[in-house]
């Protein structure tokens, strides 16, 4: 009854979001910093819309949840959604490029199928079947890709990767058959079973048994479900399709084939350090003792603290220059009212009062933001491994399985890019971590022996859902790879973002290149003039009893500059080692 009640609090605060007034927003537009008028300001699907003036200011009205759309003749658009906190937001247009040149020409005279095949390594919407290779941006029809960096390769079963990655897809091994059994939207009735077929390297099976692929193995997975879209694989497949690639016949290389890691690292990001940016702050810094400092700041600014950030840098301020962290907290609490009300204020608070060591202060604020953010993936993110901070798996474990419940009906967004599957990850971690009795309440720790190569997971989360910034993974061999996370280079990406109420981006990496590797990041701001919060969650040994996790914070406003944000080591663990921590 109480799960139900959940549920039907959920569904009401889910729906009843979308209901709010409108509000005001506006900014300005630029060209490279210089003013742009005349750009047309549309909200998406109605007929409100404005232009910009000659000084490049507009505004308009629109609810959280629009999408407002930027164009003007020459430029590329862009289409940002409104969120709850959204007000300001200053947009860069770039100007529109068509590119006709030697290499464009020659390309076009290539078999189209063998231009796919080049491309495939590099194309994460490319996709291998019996019938060549499907591109879904020209499909004409529903295709969804999980690409390879989404799937989760310690997952026991083919089953368990699928599972909550597709919208309306759900999977599970019979244990009783040994066979996976899947479904697709429309559920099967009486006279059709509903059963899709699978795909698998060009050999198509009407059933699979459940240990047939392994996970590790994979490397894209695909789901056709409509009928327009089966047609070539015949009425077999009018419950869909599940198409899986593997490594088992490698890859495509008529020519020395590029992997991710392709360019060299220059050496270019410099040391992050975290620096007052307020003067108030650096006036504090002169004064004798914290003690006298913060009376002062109490006296005479706490009164017309202007706005949050001025609040977390004087936190700050008490925490890292004078190691004091109690006082450091007392500012947040004196500044309260700062934050009540606001996700994006208490998500950068609670990321402080993590570093300052105040966990169950921090857990309080990840409960403020859920109970303002309930349909955000990140606010089930964020709670979850809130809980296990403060040693409380069962309550994580049920917010993952209410989130499994949520997603099976419908009631909770997801999508097929794999962004949703870092809380499948989470939860299949604290599966693997934990025994369990029946009713998933924690029974006791594993203990197991340490068999397996050194691993790492990098999670980066931050507090502005409008932050664009690029991350740059470099590894041993001082090759780099880069996630880009902005209008201008992942617009794709900022969009399921939103829809999912995504603020996080993870990485794993195994002992199969043991040396040093290193996460930079280069921001490129939030729309706003004000500074955005990241966090970095670093595990080593990630998924095995010695797993450990470290966290810390990031404060960014320096548009352009690449800092460094961790370097961490990684040692190949010879099979049969025992030795524990």
Known sequence: M???SFCALFLGLHMGIWAQNTKTIYGRITDQDIPKSGVSVQVQNSERGTTSDAEGKYSISAAEGDVLVFSHIGYVSKEIQIEDVTQVLNVSLSPEITELDDVTVEAQRLNLQEQLALEYDSNPSLIKTAYGIFDKRSAGYSLRILEERHINKSALTLADVINGKFAGVSSFCNTVTGYIVSRMRPMPTIFNQGLPIYDIDGQILTSLPCGLIAPANIIRIAVIPSTAGTNRYGSIASNGVIIINTNRYGRYKPKPAETSYTATYA???RPYVSTANYTTTKSLQKLADPDSAFTALTKDVMGYCPNYHFALDQSLLFAKHWNRPDLALKVLDKTDALFQTNPEALKAKAYLLEEYGFMDEAHETYKSIYRLRPQY?????????????????????????????????GLFKTDSTGQSSIISTDYTNLMERYEWNNGLHLKTTKTKTKTTA???????????????????FVNPKGKTYVWSHSLD??????????????????????GTLPGTWQVNITYLGNKKLTPTYFKLIEY????????????QHFRLIEKGTKYRLTRLTITQTPAGNTGGQ
């Open 2 to 4: 109480r799960f139900i």
């Open 267 to 269: 050496q270019d990001a």
């Open 377 to 409: 993936l990140q606010s089930q993110l964020d709670m979850a491994q809130s809980y296990l901070t403060v040693n409380e798996p069962e309550k994580a474990m049920d917010l993952y399985m209410r989130h499994k419940y949520l997603v099976s009906e």
């Open 454 to 472: 050194s691993n790492a997971r990098w999670v980066l989360s931050w507090n502005d859902g409008e932050a664009e910034f690029d991350v740059e």
């Open 489 to 510: 280079g992942n617009p794709d990406q900022i969009r399921y973002e939103k829809e999912l109420g995504l603020s996080a981006t993870s990485e794993t990496i195994d």
């Open 540 to 551: 080593t040994d990630y998924g095995t009893p010695w797993q450990e996790k470290t966290s």
